[in-house]
């Protein structure tokens, strides 16, 4: 029996080398009892079927041959399978049978405890090495696992996973019936166009509970995509959502009942349009500070819009054409929220996984498309609706 008060007989010691040797140890404790068990289950489920051990009257096993299909088997040693889970490295033994007609040997019972001829990496290990790829790279994913646990998957098993994670997510069907969406894109180095592609992100926010005096708020990831922007209207529509607040990079009338532009990438854009109307620096001051007050500072809608239209009026006289169009595009779009009670007037919820997306994409590479919107969706996943 181990003892809970082991006596220590060096004259000095380190609690990390403790903590060292008591792993390794812990590892082959764990792999000893699980060598044990799986091995004494085998054996109860061969007895079940073939009866004792040197019995001369062989029973009819509940399983066939895979080449006859006989039903006498005799017992036929074992073999051992290499299996890799979070608790490092297993030499599993699986128990053999052998055909009393035509001599085929194979092992009966290895998809009932879990050893498919193509599983050789425990899930688990699988998923805790995907959710570090979803923040690290593939490789030093697999360099801190390793370091870790001394074990690890291929970058390749990790990338077929996510994969496969992603196209379960995407099976899933999503339904915003009622609520306000929240959508934004940004651009990712992937694909053969030299910008990249454009990856859309639609998400619900709502006002969560007070964590340390401090309010969160409660996210759920309606889909993360890279299709044309026909298709991202397409989706956006079938959500049946109550309305959608989006940055202006497309026109989205029709997708909902209540269209709300982001009031901050408003005036955000306006410094490029200004700049595209050939204005200096130090003049987009006065603009942008004016359009901040009417968008942010009106005391009732009725008010921004009469402020708003004469400020794009004021524009258009100026012959500030890029800058009018850019605003009067956007005229009937400004006081949805307020009108309709949205909790938030702009894709503030949104900002964070934007950027969480542009931190994991941007890292020197060109992705392929598939291959960034699957690690993207996986990660954006995890972060908003969990495991």
Known sequence: MLSATPKVQEKTIHVNTLCESIHHQRTELLNTVLNNFVLSH???????????????????????????????????GRRYRLYKSVIGKSVIPILQVQCCSCGHRFCPFKETVGLYFTERISQTLKQ???????????????????????????TTTIRKEIDRQAEQIRSKPVNAYGEIVYSDSTKVKAGSKERGVSVHLAITASSGKTIGNRPSMKKRLLFLRTDTGSRIKKTLKSLNARGIVHDGDMVLTGCAPF??????????????????????????????????????????????????????????????????????????????????????????????????INRRADIGVRWSVAGVENLLLVKTHLMLNGP
């Open 42 to 76: 085998q054996e109860y489920l061969i007895d079940q079927n073939l009866g004792p051990r040197y019995q001369r009257n062989r029973l009819c096993a509940s399983f066939s041959c895979p080449c006859c299909s006989e039903h006498r088997f005799i017992r036929k």
């Open 128 to 154: 805790r090495q995907m959710e570090l790829t979803c923040h690290l790279s593939y490789k030093k994913a697999r360099k801190f696992l390793r370091s870790c646990l001394d074990v690890s998957s291929s």
């Open 259 to 356: 269209i709300q532009r982001c009031l901050w990438h408003l005036v955000h854009q306006l410094k490029h349009f200004l700049y595209l109307d050939g204005m200096p620096l130090k003049e987009k001051e006065p603009y942008v500070k004016e359009l901040i007050d009417i968008l942010f500072r009106s005391r009732t809608t009725q008010i921004m819009k009469e402020r708003y239209g004469a400020f794009i009026e004021n524009l258009r006289i100026q012959n500030l054409q890029n800058s009018f169009v850019h605003l009067i595009n956007a005229q009937n779009e400004i006081t949805a929220s307020r009108e309709n009670g949205f909790p938030y007037h702009t894709t503030s919820p949104v900002e964070r996984e934007m950027r969480e």
